[in-house]
């Protein structure tokens, strides 16, 4: 943690007029499925009323078809929208510490879910945004592993991700250059800007290893099981298991790492990634979309991001 505090000014960016458009922050990222059926989108409403619960003081704003402020009223007539939603309706969903959609956020939880009529052939995600510093505290850290277990059973994972990214703003479009330069920097920053995007491609892979890796029982079945997993990276005392209702959180090491060349050590996420290697989208789509603001990541560099752990 020490070494992350140290580099942490490096990798936040702010507009001339002071508004901050880039940030550190550590993330949860969950795959699902059937966020179309009402029994979902009442545990989703629980998850998003148990943080506004932990982080109110924290949050400014909501954000369902236009952003406005976060009132009790606001909220409740989001969650009434949702619950009234038929399976056919897609429920887009954040609350923010940001006071504008030109912000990047210090908190926020976020949702999109699938539509019936796709069936099987698209995912649902929830996601969680933390400030860097929040894990530094035992209690900060502790607080993080349970909202991960919490969540992974709320919704019953398929599969998603845990650890460091950069937060962009609402409006994401015009920093992804920033994403991509900080990602081709930092080995161990998700880039996350856009979960969305991949919601077609996660039905029968995963997005890859961070900090924590979340593997669903049918994914760990894919692997011979879970003894077998477990054996596999039973060597390593710096992997973690704990297991949710639907499967296993993997964590790399006690803190996550930037990895900053020379400066930190990747070898337990080397080490997940060698074993889960199998499960990875074997032909991704880019991850960025053509930006005019600068350099974006296109299809040889999305290929080898996907691949940075792929050594011995």
Known sequence: MKNLEQRAADLGFELPDGTPVAKLSIIITLYFKEGYTAGK????????????????????????DSYKLLTSESLEEAFTKI????????CELHLTSAS??????????SVLNSREVHEDSDRSYIKLVLPRDF??????????????????????AEHGYGGLSTALPFDYDVYMPIEYELAQKYTGLDVDSMPHSLASE????????????????????NLGG???????????????????????IIQAGEYPQLGAEGRDDLDAYIAVNKILKPLRIPEPDQIHHYSPHGICFEEESTKQWYARFDQE
Do not use: M
């Open 41 to 64: 989108k009442l545990k989703i409403i629980d998850c998003f009323g148990k943080f506004n619960d932990e982080f109110g003081a924290h949050l400014n704003g909501l954000l369902q």
């Open 83 to 90: 619950r009234s939603s038929s399976g056919n309706e897609r």
């Open 100 to 109: 504008s959609t030109k912000e990047a956020a210090d908190y926020g939880i």
């Open 135 to 156: 894990i530094a505290s035992d209690e900060g850290l502790t607080t993080y592993r349970t909202w991960v277990k919490y969540l992974c059973n709320q919704v019953e």
């Open 202 to 221: 996660l039905i029968d892979h995963i997005k890859g290893v961070n900090w924590q890796t979340i593997v669903g029982n049918s994914f760990i079945a």
């Open 226 to 248: 879970e003894p077998a997993l477990r054996q596999k990276l039973s060597s390593r005392s710096d992997i973690d298991f704990v297991n949710y209702d639907n499967g296993l």
